[in-house]
């Protein structure tokens, strides 16, 4: 059973830093992409950023230039740096990873984490 379990979430002044983890935990899978989400009240979650087998990346644009992606393939897990955060970024936090488990590409979601930026 693949579960994916997030860390490093809370509260922080605008300007601050935050490092978001997420690690896959199971067996027999391979991880194709793995990505972070965000959803603030009100709002649809929307796609924060993404790192695809390959290294290739994608990003916001409200995020560009202060979030970073990175994979550590050895351990299933993706981090999410993120930089100058400003109240705007409040929001749960969601990781996200597409899976090739039993021939098949499968989403798998973790349970959020949230993230509180004070003016």
């Known amino acids: 059973q693949v579960q994916l379990v997030e860390s490093g979430g809370g509260v922080v002044q605008a300007g601050g830093s935050l490092r978001l983890s997420c690690v896959a935990s199971?067996?027999?899978?391979?991880?194709?992409?793995m990505g972070w989400y965000r959803q603030a009240p009100g709002k649809q979650r929307e796609l924060v950023a993404v790192t695809i087998s390959g290294g290739s990346t994608n990003y916001a644009d409200s995020v560009k230039g202060r979030f970073t992606i990175s994979r550590d393939n050895t351990r299933n897990t993706v981090y999410l740096q993120m930089n100058s955060l400003k109240p705007e970024d409040s929001a749960v936090y969601y990781c996200?990873?597409?899976?090739?488990?039993?021939?098949?590409?499968?989403?798998?979601w973790g349970q959020g984490t949230q993230v509180t930026v004070s003016s």
């Open positions: 996200n990873a597409e899976l090739f488990i039993a021939h098949a590409y499968r989403d798998y």
């Open positions: 199971g067996s027999d899978f391979i991880i194709n992409a």
